[in-house]
């Protein structure tokens, strides 16, 4: 929110033209392989967001492999509502824009953000039960995906073969890597670059190479938790001795043997999730933010922006379009028993999140600057985003702040 504010008041400014030059300088990068010549602008949009999506990447796979979406009957609801929640979206802009230039811009609405959804849910504490919030942490998962599918499929114009023969090479070496065990953090980081320069020659949207290499980690740790409980107890009691003793040496390599049984217990998925997260919550976010919320406002025909299709077609999908797919497609679900809501958890609360994931700020203005060339259409969908996701966020707040304090439940069938 802070960097968004900054980027408004900074293009706004007399100082907009330093805004503007900063973001269009090129950095390149001449490797024996390729050539890598970006703006600033792009470096941040293609390459600091594949760490973003490979965090996403990351979170897909544990939850498909431990967590909401482990098991068919777990994943059903967060997925039949996230599914309700890009479709229906997507189909209210086509109806504004069917036709029209703005007609590309179908996937802006169908995204969440994922962040700011759940930082309004963590502002109500304890008042909603813990069963909502994985519930939109499952919902999240689901749109994550679908906003991948629809940037790699939708928005990808040419397609460079070789390339995509070469991510596929490279996504046969890292699995072999993680096969022996071998993940030593420089090759780690080498084959993800290289991954990523190759999705960006391909001409598929370069993002896509941090789900697929997210995807692409190892699950697995090499030692078991009994075996770090068991040895690391030994190893413990070995330190506390060359403590009393005063053998430096030997408390130092014991260190390092609990270094390596630590992290041989841990698993590289697990590990780099831990360690990427918070760069991508609180370092790629904000710069993300500050490079793409800068709207400048001078000699903007507010007339123009408001009444145009792209705005009004994104306001009505992230606005109506999210709550009503969210809320209504699992309620129909339930109907026909293939679902049926978690303990605590009412319909009115499904329909307080159905709000919130109308906040779509990061992924769609994202995708805003993937689906349109045009300036006019890009500042259209620009202020369409952020006037519905923060009115999306309001909405989300008071709903469930209003049921929390009634407490009491509405029935769930």
Not at 25 to 52: R, Y
Not at 75 to 99: D, Q, T
Request: aromatic residues 10%.
């Amino acid at each position: 929110m802070v960097a968004t504010i900054a980027a408004l008041v900074w293009a706004n400014s007399p100082w907009y033209d330093l805004y503007h030059e900063l973001l269009e300088t090129h950095v390149s990068f001449d490797l024996a392989l390729f050539e890598l010549d970006l703006s600033l602008h792009h470096w941040i949009n293609d390459g600091l967001m594949a760490v973003f999506f490979f965090v996403i990447g990351l979170e897909i796979k544990r939850e498909l492999f431990f967590g909401h979406f482990s098991s068919l009957r777990r994943a059903a609801l967060p997925a039949i509502a996230a599914l309700g929640g890009m479709v229906v979206p997507a189909g209210l802009y086509l109806a504004f824009n069917l036709g029209g230039e703005g007609m590309r811009g179908w996937g802006i609405p169908m995204a969440t953000d994922i962040a700011f959804a759940l930082g309004i849910l963590a502002l109500l504490g304890r008042r909603v039960p813990m069963e909502l919030r994985v519930f939109l942490l499952g919902l999240a998962v689901v749109d994550d995906l679908g906003a991948i599918i629809v940037i790699a499929v939708a928005y990808t114009e040419t397609i460079s073969f070789p390339h995509l023969a070469l991510v596929a090479a490279l996504a046969g070496v890292t699995v072999v890597v993680n096969r022996i065990g071998f993940s030593h953090a420089a090759v780690t980081a080498l084959l993800g670059f290289l991954i990523w320069a190759a999705m960006l020659k391909s001409g598929v949207h370069a993002t896509i190479a941090g789900v697929i290499f997210g995807l692409l980690t190892s699950s697995r740790s090499h030692f078991s938790s009994e075996r770090f409980a068991d040895e690391s107890e030994s190893l413990i009691a070995e330190y506390r001795q060359a403590l009393e003793q005063g053998n430096t040496e030997r408390g130092e390599a014991i260190l390092g043997e609990l270094e390596v049984l630590a992290q041989g217990t841990e698993s590289p998925m697990e590990r780099l999730e831990r360690l990427t997260h918070p760069w991508a919550s609180y370092v790629i976010l904000p710069v993300f933010a500050l490079a793409n919320a800068g709207i400048h406002f001078s000699g903007v025909d507010f007339g123009t922006v408001i009444t145009s299709g792209v705005t009004i077609g994104i306001a009505a999908g992230l606005l109506i379009g999210k709550v009503v797919g969210i809320t209504v497609f699992p309620w129909v679900a339930s109907r026909f028993g293939i679902i049926e809501l978690p303990g605590y958890v009412s319909w009115g609360q499904v329909m307080g999140v159905g709000f919130l994931g109308g906040i779509g700020f990061t992924v769609a203005i994202f995708i805003s600057g993937l689906a349109f060339t045009d300036s006019q259409l890009v500042l259209n969908a620009q202020v369409g985003v952020m006037c519905a996701s923060a009115i999306a966020a309001l909405l989300g707040y008071t709903v469930l702040s209003l049921l929390s304090r009634q407490g009491r439940r509405l029935p769930s069938s």
